[in-house]
Nanobody
Framework: QVQLVESGGGLVQSGGSLRLSCAASRNIFSIFAMGWYRQAPGKQRELVATVTSSGSTNYAESVKGRFTISRDNAKNTVYLQMNSLKPEDTAVYYC????????WGQGTQVTVSS
């Protein structure tokens, strides 16, 4: 079993930055792919960014050039640096760990005001 705990969400003005963190309950980064997803009100959950166990990253087109996913293996933590935030980035952001099955965090709210 894996527990994931997100933090770092909040309210920010358009153009601002936030950094989300996701701490895992045990050392999983060597074998799990990690990712960030988001869900806005009335919409389906969508992929934001992923990083594989080998370090390859993938981003949604809507966040390319603005968001950066990274991980600190020593701290069992994955980060999402979000710059140049837009109101359409407003959503609940979820951390995901994937290895055959998916584990999810509880989510953290990000609100971007115009």
């Amino acid at each position: 079993q894996v527990q994931l705990v997100e933090s770092g969400g909040g309210l920010v003005q358009s153009g601002g930055s936030l950094r989300l963190s996701c701490a895992a309950s045990r050392n999983i980064f060597s074998i799990f792919a990690m990712g960030w997803y988001r869900q806005a009100p009335g919409k389906q959950r969508e992929l934001v960014a992923t990083v594989t166990s080998s370090g390859s990253t993938n981003y949604a087109e809507s966040v390319k050039g603005r968001f950066t996913i990274s991980r600190d293996n020593a701290k069992n933590t994955v980060y999402l640096q979000m710059n140049s935030l837009k109101p359409e980035d407003t959503a609940v952001y979820y951390c995901n760990a994937h290895l055959v099955v998916d584990y999810w965090g509880q989510g953290t709210q990000v609100t971007v005001s115009s």
